[in-house]
């Protein structure tokens, strides 16, 4: 893998006490997700392989996103991806080190932290992903802790 991109998913409905996996996105979210497609299809994006959390927010968001992408990847469900940890989502990623360019659409604090253990080598209380926000990151040598560069970064906001 050379480069990786992050999109954390698009603004979500308010929780109403229900399963946190089913919340949908807003119509502000809808926007957010649609805006984030745009941006990568004009920075010529080409991921080969995305990986998506199961939630709904998540999965609304990669497919309203990769819409502006033709022909991109189908987005394979990753259960891993939801709640986890920065080596949580290192140890997935690994599994697809085969791909070029992985996109992973997933959600905070695992996306900010995952961008600031990649790019700083650290991973504590980082604050920099918004919803619908996307990182760009080449990756110059196999996953490990400060081996990424920030290429890019954009936020809906």
């Not at 229900?18 to 745009?38: F, I, K, M, V, Y």
């Not at 299809?41 to 033709?70: D, F, I, K, N, Y």
Request: some cysteine; overall charge negative; aromatic content about 4%.
């Amino acid at each position: 893998m050379h480069e990786l991109i992050l999109l954390r998913h698009a603004e979500a409905l308010p929780a109403d006490g229900g399963d946190d996996r089913q919340r949908a996105l807003s119509e502000h979210g809808r926007r957010e997700a649609r805006d984030a497609g745009a941006w990568l299809a004009s920075h010529g994006a080409r991921p080969q392989r995305v990986l998506c959390s199961p939630a709904q927010r998540t999965m609304e968001t990669a497919q309203l996103a990769l819409a502006a992408l033709p022909g991109s990847p189908t987005p394979q469900e990753a259960g891993e991806i939801y709640d986890a940890t920065p080596g949580e989502l290192l140890a997935l990623l690994d599994q697809h080190a085969d791909a070029g360019t992985v996109m992973l659409v997933g959600h905070n604090p695992g996306i900010e932290r995952l961008v600031a253990l990649l790019v700083e080598g650290r991973s504590d209380e980082f604050r920099g992903m918004p919803p619908g926000g996307l990182a760009v990151l080449h990756l110059g040598s196999p996953l490990e802790p400060a081996c990424a560069r920030l290429d890019a970064f954009w936020s809906p906001r």
